[in-house]
């Protein structure tokens, strides 16, 4: 990891209140009724979460003991207890909302399809039996990787109930990434799609799937295929199967199963600063309340609200936000399969005033997205429906919250600005709408029962005012288990890192952060070496593998660059083998290269050659002067342990 200059420079003092008609209306009305949730989750964390589980899930049968973190990283939660998520997403709304939208469904070229909850529990028990058709039983890995339509939900819960262990895999990843991540996963069966629509174009995803099982060593036997786009693809016999076909094969009598508390739900991959991405793990019960109550407080869900959170299922958000936390409290969510485009600048907004969305939640990478676009698209369509608004995935500037706040929001509707990572499970520090002021730019304040703090590297919380490193302090329901297959990586990734206080271990988050005089968390970035692209999150270790697997290539290092669009950049610094030489082509085909072994949201931005890397003696990369060199910045600071002063002059020039 890198050593972190964490410096604050940002400096916010605008402050919105919510309206007192929203305050009135909303689940926690004030700040002093916040406070005073706060302060007694923090009195006692687990008896917190304990009666919210009791109160707002449905359990086959009670859990023994609330929280066992006897063998610290390694919680527990709800001990003994049974469950299963997608009974609580879907089964217990039968009687009271059977009949009540549960997906609406919205395609990128204009197709639309709204299921009821009754639908989709039919759907999902009858998927669920293809599954166990095909095989497939408790604890087994399921790959999924698909566009956003409503079978990915399907797949998804199908996993669920039978308690399958879904590994979604985001289908703007490349053929490569894919095999990587069935293989670490040792998935048995994959469920995937023709083509999606992505930008005006088919994405090919079964032939990505072909082209992954080719490429040798998964444990792959059985290929599921839905059909979105129609366009040709190769069925292998004996593996693959047409969705539609197994579908018409088997009845919908599918009861949930009775799973343990802590049986493994899915594992999500995601990046980190060492080495390949690592299989983030979380389980059921556990998982299931913290996605449930955080979606329930913090977008303020009512009977009538159509939630809309935009991101793709192949992330945490799309899981927690898109599927689970909704459904769960039985709200009506919109899927919507498009992303932001020039060809439909007005397409976002099209959806909201189609379906009445009231509450929209999106990434501020799509937001400046928006600005460019210009303000004529949503000011050109009735927005009216909209009540609440929210963002993820980055910190948000305080120029691109105003534009949310009066072009969209029209100064009316509350923004939770939502600080949380896929490690996470679920939201950790943001406002509650109706309760706690907004300042531009900060997250606010830690959820109930989440013990957030700014920290120096002794586990000692710094000063108001003072940059340190995000952490949490006590064990919560949503957080991950395991990395898959890896308890080591784990424990040294996140608990390792801060000292343990007391024998107390301390959640290290990898964002740099402070807290303002009034305690709100305003969080400044990674301080290891991830990169934050239009909010994905990508290992600069994992793109210079993928420089270096090139034969042209002898050493990269990849470093992000501040961009106005997409919040970061990639730029690579790279040193060729002997016989090649430097050419416009060669920086093409290094690009290409990159979305091929991982997809194209990994392709760099900029690829500057060099003759030599700056390097310690000891031979380490010296990052942060590549930063600043990419961000045509002075070089500042201590260059001493530089080995050859002279590489850093050529790089400049
Ligand atoms: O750096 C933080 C940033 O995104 C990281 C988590 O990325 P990922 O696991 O891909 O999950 C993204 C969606 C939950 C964090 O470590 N991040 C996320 N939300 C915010 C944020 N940074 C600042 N403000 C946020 N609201």
Request: a negative charge; one cysteine or more.
């Amino acid at each position: 990891m890198s050593q972190p200059t964490i410096e604050s420079i940002l400096q916010e003092n605008r402050t919105f209140a919510p309206s007192a008609e929203f305050s009135e209306k909303a689940t926690v009305k004030s700040f002093d009724e916040y406070k005073a949730l706060y302060d007694r989750a923090a009195a006692d964390p687990v008896v917190f979460w304990e009666e919210l589980a009791k109160k707002e899930l449905h359990w086959f049968s009670p859990w023994t003991e609330g929280l066992d973190w006897s063998n610290p990283p390694f919680a527990k939660w709800f001990v003994n207890g049974k469950i299963n998520l997608s009974y609580n997403c879907l089964d217990r709304h039968l009687d009271s909302n059977g009949d009540k939208p549960a997906i609406i469904w919205e395609g990128e070229p204009g197709d639309s399809i709204t299921i009821t909850y009754r639908e989709l529990h039919q759907q999902v028990c009858q998927f669920a039996n293809v599954l166990k058709k095909m095989g497939v039983v408790k604890g087994d890995r399921v790959g999924i990787y698909m566009p956003m339509i409503p079978e990915s939900a399907v797949a998804m819960l199908a996993c669920a109930r039978i308690g399958a262990v879904h590994g979604v895999v985001f289908g703007g990843f490349s053929a490569d990434a894919l095999r990587d991540r069935l293989v670490d996963a040792e998935a048995k069966v994959v469920i995937t799609a023709d083509g999606g629509w992505r930008k005006d174009v088919v994405v090919p995803l079964k032939p990505a799937v072909d082209a992954a099982i080719a490429k040798g060593q998964t444990k792959v036997e059985t290929v599921i295929v839905t059909k979105r786009t129609a366009q040709d693809v190769t069925m292998e016999s004996g593996r693959d199967h047409w969705w539609h076909e197994l579908m018409a094969t088997v009845d919908s009598d599918c009861p949930a199963a009775e799973l343990d508390s802590e049986d493994n739900l899915f594992v999500l991959y995601t990046s980190g600063s060492t080495g390949k991405p690592k299989g983030v793990v979380h389980t059921t019960g556990g998982y299931n309340l913290y996605s449930h109550i955080t979606c329930k407080w913090i977008f303020d869900l009512q009977e009538k609200d159509v939630f809309w959170c935009t991101a793709d299922v192949g992330w945490i958000t799309g899981h927690s936000y898109v599927l689970y936390g909704p459904l769960s409290n039985g709200a009506t969510t919109v899927m919507y399969e498009g992303a932001p485009r020039p060809s439909n600048p007005g397409a976002f907004w099209d959806v909201i005033q189609k379906h009445k969305v009231s509450i929209f939640y999106t990434a501020p990478t799509a937001i400046r997205a928006f600005i460019k676009m210009g303000d004529e698209h949503p000011n050109a369509r009735d927005l009216t429906s909209l009540r609440l608004l929210g963002t993820v995935g980055e910190p948000i500037n305080p120029e691109a919250w105003m534009w949310y706040h009066k072009v969209i929001g029209a100064e009316r509707c509350p923004i939770v600005d939502t600080w949380w990572q896929t490690e996470t499970g679920g939201i950790m520090i943001t406002p509650l709408p109706g309760a706690i002021a907004t300042k531009p730019g900060s997250a606010t304040l830690p959820f109930p029962g989440i013990l957030a703090d700014v920290v120096d590297m002794d586990g000692n919380s710094v000063p108001a005012g003072e940059g340190g490193y995000l952490a949490i302090r006590h064990p919560w329901p949503g957080m991950m288990r395991t990395v898959y297959g890896d308890d080591n990586r784990f424990r040294k990734t996140y608990w390792e890192h801060i000292a343990p206080v007391d024998g107390k271990y301390i959640y290290f988050a990898g964002d740099g952060a402070r807290r303002d005089e009034d305690g709100y968390f305003w969080v400044m970035g990674r301080v290891d070496d991830v990169i934050n692209v239009a909010g994905h999150r990508l290992g600069t270790m994992e793109i210079e593998s993928a420089l270096v697997s090139h034969p042209a290539v002898a050493e990269a290092a990849v470093v992000g660059k501040p961009d106005d669009l997409k919040g970061e950049e990639i730029v690579a610094f790279v040193t060729l083998e002997g016989t090649h030489t430097a050419s416009d082509e060669l920086m093409k085909e290094l690009k290409k290269h990159v979305v091929k072994e991982i997809g194209a949201i990994a392709r760099p931005g900029e690829i500057r050659f060099a003759d030599a890397l700056p390097k310690t003696r000891s031979g380490k990369i010296m990052r942060r002067l590549l930063r600043a060199l990419a961000a045509g910045q002075e070089i500042s600071g201590d260059t001493s342990t530089l080995e050859d002063i002279s590489v850093l002059e050529k790089l400049r020039g």
